[in-house]
């Protein structure tokens, strides 16, 4: 069944075609890293630091963890392939403790962190041993107050993953688990170097959820090669079947001049623009069918679910990891290349493992990192209202920064005028809305118009190769 015709007119599929193929931020940050200072000065982050625990402010923490087994074709993540039969995997892990326990010495000499938040992301977590990943878990509370209600999470690979470890999560306290699927058929799963049949992840979600970790999000992949319309909807139907909190349907990042190894791919078997676009709204129109709700841009949740209720009062946040919960928490980065952010202020870590692990025995590794301008605060509060309820409010803005909305964008409204003459936002007076479902799918080039790092025609004309992915 072709979808294009339930959710778009024609003219509506002309304008997404005509946007689709270029490239422009995700921006989950704001500004993107690209423009962040490439520094190996600590000073300034352990000042920023500094100021934020000694308010007692409630924080969120995320820890990299940057090993795998395989190597799948598809990532764009910092990971370090290591088979875990090396006989060399454990002095690695080893060597892993001992960092994150020199970072943790590093930031936290004044005073305990508070934290509301704790992700484990990767790389993929569970490669480190259950008596390993115990070890790692008491080196982090040795070093902060963890709230009763804080949400504890960790992303999984059910190839990876055993008994223990789960079992391991649920006696440390772990209530969400976040699965990596991306797809179901075994021709697409081949292609990606990732193999892991359905009844594989069935069986392994029905344990996770005997074991009382019932807070599930899946993650997903559209754009990947030997994808077709029906072989989607086959993954999609069985996607539901197994019931998931969230959904994450992210389109593939195919940049292979960043990442090499998806030359492997062959350009004959990667899905043409209508096939892609047909993917996205065949799975918005299922999984609307199956009573998920549309979150933004990539993300899908129940009503129950936290993600939910956090759009509905206004709590969301777009970041690193996607749509996220807690709008105000800090994020405090541990691990090679994990990034942190405040009200003000970016910093990152050194991505490269063996450079990491040297440099944390003296001081915080930082690699780069970022303050925010006055400016940069109102682009990046625009754009997260876009990304999150897919409108601005001029009202708002004006109570939230004290100044003219108007005035103050005077050089971007014909963009925004343009757009509504396109038909992917809707203007009055006081508020734009993107429109469904051509808004909704286009929401990068709208706040493309709102990034001041941007040209005023890069919207619509896009950015280099290898510099942004793909809007659709």
């Known amino acids: 069944m072709n979808h294009l015709s339930n959710l778009f007119n024609e003219n509506e599929r002309k304008t997404y075609f005509q946007f689709a193929k270029l490239n422009l931020p995700r921006h989950t940050s704001y500004p993107s890293s690209n423009h962040w200072t490439?520094?190996?000065?600590?000073?300034?982050?352990?000042?920023?630091?500094a100021a934020i625990v000694k308010t007692g402010r409630p924080l969120s923490v995320y820890v990299h963890v940057p090993f795998c087994e395989k190597l799948c074709h598809y990532c764009g993540c910092n990971k370090l392939i290591i088979s875990r039969n090396n006989e060399d995997s454990d002095a690695f892990a080893k060597r892993y403790l001992q960092g994150i326990e020199q970072e943790l010495a590093h930031l936290t000499s004044v005073d305990r962190w508070n934290v509301q938040q704790i992700h484990f992301g990767g790389g993929t977590p569970t490669w480190l041993k259950p008596h390993i990943f115990t070890r790692l878990w008491d080196l982090i509370l040795k070093n902060v107050n963890l709230s009763p209600s804080a949400e504890v999470s960790i992303e999984l690979d059910p190839r990876v993953t055993?008994?223990?470890?789960?079992q391991t999560l649920r006696d440390l306290g772990f209530?969400?688990?976040?699965?990596?699927?991306?797809?179901?058929d075994s021709n697409v799963q081949s292609a990606i170097e990732r193999i892991q049949?359905?009844?594989?992840?069935?069986?392994?979600?029905?344990?996770c959820r005997s074991l009382g970790l019932n807070n599930i999000n899946f993650d997903l992949i559209y754009g990947l090669p030997r994808q077709t319309r029906h072989s989607m909807s086959q993954t999609l139907e069985k996607v539901c079947q197994l019931s998931p909190d969230r959904i994450a349907f992210y389109r593939l990042a195919l940049m292979p001049e960043v990442f090499k190894w998806q030359r492997t791919f062959q350009q004959s078997e990667i899905p043409d623009d209508d096939s892609v676009l047909d993917m996205m709204?065949?799975?918005?129109?299922?999984?609307?069918?199956?009573?998920?709700?549309?979150?933004?841009l990539d993300h899908f949740a129940k009503a129950t679910d936290e993600l939910s209720r956090s759009m509905l009062d206004g709590t969301l946040k777009r970041s690193f990891q996607g749509m996220t919960t807690g709008d105000v928490l800090p994020v405090i980065g541990l691990g090679p290349s994990?990034?942190?952010?405040?009200?003000?202020?970016?910093h990152q870590n050194e991505p490269v493992f063996q450079s990491w692990t040297r440099k944390v025995a003296e001081d915080i590794p930082t690699v780069k990192h970022y303050k925010l301008s006055d400016d940069d605060l109102i682009c990046r509060w625009c754009i997260n209202q876009l990304y999150c309820y897919r409108k601005l409010d001029k009202d708002l803005f004006e109570a939230t920064?004290?100044?003219?909305?108007?005035?103050?964008?005077?050089?971007?409204?014909?963009?925004?005028?343009?757009?509504?003459?396109?038909?992917?936002?809707?203007?009055?007076?006081?508020?734009?809305?993107?429109?469904?479902?051509?808004?909704?799918?286009?929401?990068?080039?709208?706040?493309?118009?709102f990034d001041k790092f941007l040209g005023p025609e890069d919207w619509k004309i896009g950015l280099p190769s290898g510099v942004a992915s793909r809007v659709g």
């Open 38 to 49: 490439k520094s190996s000065d600590s000073i300034p982050w352990k000042r920023e630091m």
């Open 162 to 166: 055993t008994t223990a470890h789960l």
């Open 175 to 184: 209530n969400r688990i976040s699965l990596g699927v991306q797809d179901f």
């Open 197 to 207: 049949p359905f009844e594989m992840v069935k069986s392994f979600v029905d344990e």
């Open 281 to 296: 709204l065949m799975a918005t129109k299922i999984f609307q069918n199956h009573n998920y709700q549309f979150i933004g």
């Open 338 to 346: 994990a990034i942190s952010s405040t009200d003000n202020f970016f």
């Open 401 to 449: 920064f004290h100044k003219s909305f108007d005035s103050f964008f005077s050089h971007r409204l014909a963009a925004l005028t343009e757009l509504e003459t396109l038909n992917i936002i809707l203007l009055n007076q006081r508020q734009i809305t993107l429109k469904p479902y051509v808004g909704w799918l286009l929401l990068r080039v709208v706040a493309a118009v």
